[in-house]
């Protein structure tokens, strides 16, 4: 098992102003840190794999699509924007030493039909997924989607949702993940959902229920990591918290308030949480 740390909390593009960060993060314990790649080109991110090396730590990214970028739409130009924009963000994550690429890069965030997606819909998703899986699979890097909930996105929901793109998909390159917040509001029952489809997962986002510090909050964690450790899991667990710090960020995931006292706080009391029920589950 592995423990990282999801840098959105603080950018949506890391610079050498981060740095301390990852000198944090390692001190505290941490294996890696989780890279959000919204823009820069590979090499840049090509010398911050080496500044992530040169401190001890390993590296996933996560991405999104944009509404010009979209996977689900009938215009094929607008779908060929999202494969190049995958495949950039995957040749930016190979040339960075990532080994893993999640998020909810199946359609834009907040935006919404009226409706359910349809099987069109879901069908030129998986074609698009499909052609990142394979290109993603030359780089190295594996693709963990995300489910978000209903309130941010209309297209994948739950687990089960996950598990039948998966799928259509039908790539080996191609799985998904858990993330204890999503979770939270639309399964009825987060521990067994996970259960449900342990074998398939190849991610974990810990997730409090309001976004902010671990342990805090309600999500069931005693019995979410007794569940973890029980169906063998042994990749990452990577704490995602959202704060203010960049306002288009804070927008887009509905933080209108501080959710952490200091990102000092935040890192230390999130490792010490997952290690101490980590440890109890065994």
Known sequence: MQIGF???VVCGHVTPAHYPLLDSLKRLGY??????IFEGDVPYYAELGRV????????????????????????????????????HALDCGHAMG??????????PLGVFSGGGPTDDEL????????DAAQHGEEAGVHLSIEALNRFECYVLNTMDQLSQLRRRVAHQNFSFMYDTFHANIEEKDPVAAFARHAHE??????????R???GRGHVPWEATFKAIRASGYDSWLTVEAFGR??????????????????IETLFAESIKMIRRHWGEAA
Do not use: Q
């Open 6 to 8: 999801s840098l959105l």
């Open 31 to 36: 294996d890696g840190a989780e890279i959000p």
């Open 52 to 87: 992530l090396r040169d401190k001890g730590l390993k590296a996933n990214i996560a991405t999104i699509v944009t509404e010009d970028a979209n996977p689900l739409s009938p215009d094929k130009s607008v779908r060929d924007k999202a494969r190049d924009r995958l495949r």
């Open 98 to 107: 990532a080994e893993l690429m999640c998020g909810p890069y199946h359609s």
């Open 123 to 130: 069908s030129r998703l998986a074609d698009v997924l499909r």
């Open 201 to 210: 997962l190849t991610h974990i986002h810990i997730s409090e229920n309001d």
């Open 212 to 214: 902010g510090v671990p």
């Open 245 to 262: 710090a960049v306002p288009a960020l804070a927008a887009a995931t509905r933080v209108w308030r501080d959710l952490f006292p200091d």
